[in-house]
């Protein structure tokens, strides 16, 4: 017979050990649970579960590049090779040859050599060592145990994250609409400041389609000075929304209503 691989101690405290070598036939029927896993019923379950799984990995690499020594393992014949490989007959062999009978508690006694039992203790070794040890330990074990001839293919591991990229920029803040300036009554250009020519694009059309794109109603109350049959001069207001904004004077009524809007577009700070 081919040399067994070493037997992996389980790793940590004693009390899982006297768990799994004690069979239900000596088990007290109180027996506290293990906060760690429970009872030696959910290791067994456990350990058969990644038992199985060692063996299919196995048998998958088998023809491929992992194990090329061996002819490629179809899908229709793991199910039956792995039944085969961790069938009882092996488990008792494998058992007898790690000696670990002589540390199975049971009554009688006699079920040492009961191939059941032996399943039983055997599988829940099995998942104390996952359990404790981590999954690798399983692969290298079992695959060592059904073929040992072969190197134990090691499991897949997990693709490493992805590089972080850089951090989400926060959206811009919200622009908050601009707040007009305060008005001021007959507001007069500073000195120096050149205004003719951009005085010129500053019409009644355009103050009062400003005014309404900026929900403000505009009105020109107009007065005029000296004799109503010959006025010294008009004078022109231009208020939004009751107050006033700018007042001018002219020689016309379109003159002052003119000028007057300006100065209201200018107070308000309308670009």
Same mark, same amino acid.
């Given at each position: 017979?081919?040399?067994?691989?070493?037997?992996?101690?389980?790793?940590?405290?004693?009390? &899982?050990?006297? *768990?799994? !070598?004690?069979? =239900?036939?000596?088990?007290?029927?109180?027996?506290?649970?293990?906060?760690?896993?429970?009872? /030696?019923?959910?290791?067994?379950?456990?350990?058969?579960?990644?038992?199985?799984?060692?063996?299919?990995?196995?048998?998958?690499?088998?023809? $491929?590049? #992992?194990?090329?020594?061996?002819?490629? $393992?179809?899908? =229709?014949?793991?199910?039956?090779?792995?039944?085969?490989?961790?069938?009882?007959?092996?488990?008792?062999?494998?058992?007898?040859? !790690?000696?670990?009978?002589?540390? &199975?508690?049971?009554?009688?006694? =006699?079920?040492?050599? *009961?191939?059941?039992?032996?399943?039983?203790?055997?599988?829940?070794?099995?998942?104390?060592?996952?359990?404790?040890?981590?999954?690798? $330990?399983?692969?290298?074990? &079992?695959?060592?145990? &059904?073929?040992?001839?072969? %190197?134990?293919?090691?499991?897949?591991?997990?693709?490493?994250?992805?590089?972080?990229?850089?951090?989400?920029?926060?959206?811009?803040?919200?622009?908050?609409?601009?707040?007009? +300036?305060?008005?001021?009554?007959?507001?007069?250009?500073?000195?120096?400041?050149? $205004?003719?020519?951009? *005085?010129?694009?500053?019409?009644?059309?355009?103050?009062?389609?400003?005014?309404?794109?900026?929900?403000?109603? /505009?009105? !020109? @109350?107009? %007065?005029?000075?000296? @004799?109503?049959?010959? @006025?010294?001069?008009? +004078?022109?207001?231009?208020?939004?929304?009751?107050?006033?904004?700018?007042?001018?004077?002219?020689?016309?009524?379109?003159?002052?209503?003119?000028?007057?809007?300006?100065? #209201?577009?200018r107070a308000m700070g309308w670009p």
């Amino acid at each position: 017979m081919a040399q067994l691989p070493p037997l992996p101690q389980i790793a940590g405290d004693f009390d &899982i050990m006297l *768990d799994v !070598y004690t069979h =239900e036939s000596a088990r007290p029927p109180t027996a506290d649970s293990a906060p760690e896993y429970g009872d /030696v019923a959910r290791l067994e379950v456990l350990g058969r579960k990644a038992a199985e799984m060692a063996v299919t990995y196995q048998l998958f690499c088998q023809g $491929t590049n #992992a194990n090329r020594a061996r002819d490629l $393992t179809s899908a =229709e014949d793991i199910p039956q090779l792995c039944a085969e490989a961790l069938h009882f007959t092996r488990i008792s062999s494998w058992m007898e040859s !790690y000696n670990m009978k002589k540390n &199975i508690r049971c009554h009688p006694h =006699e079920l040492v050599h *009961d191939n059941e039992v032996l399943t039983h203790i055997f599988f829940a070794y099995v998942g104390a060592v996952y359990i404790r040890n981590g999954p690798e $330990t399983i692969m290298s074990w &079992i695959s060592g145990l &059904i073929d040992p001839d072969s %190197t134990a293919p090691l499991p897949p591991s997990s693709p490493p994250p992805a590089p972080a990229g850089p951090p989400p920029q926060s959206p811009p803040p919200a622009m908050s609409p601009p707040i007009a +300036s305060p008005i001021h009554m007959n507001y007069q250009p500073p000195l120096g400041a050149p $205004t003719g020519n951009l *005085d010129q694009l500053i019409t009644l059309q355009v103050v009062n389609q400003t005014a309404q794109q900026k929900g403000y109603t /505009v009105t !020109y @109350p107009a %007065t005029s000075e000296g @004799p109503a049959h010959a @006025p010294l001069g008009q +004078s022109d207001a231009a208020v939004l929304n009751g107050n006033d904004a700018g007042m001018a004077q002219g020689r016309s009524q379109k003159a002052a209503k003119e000028e007057a809007a300006r100065m #209201a577009f200018r107070a308000m700070g309308w670009p």
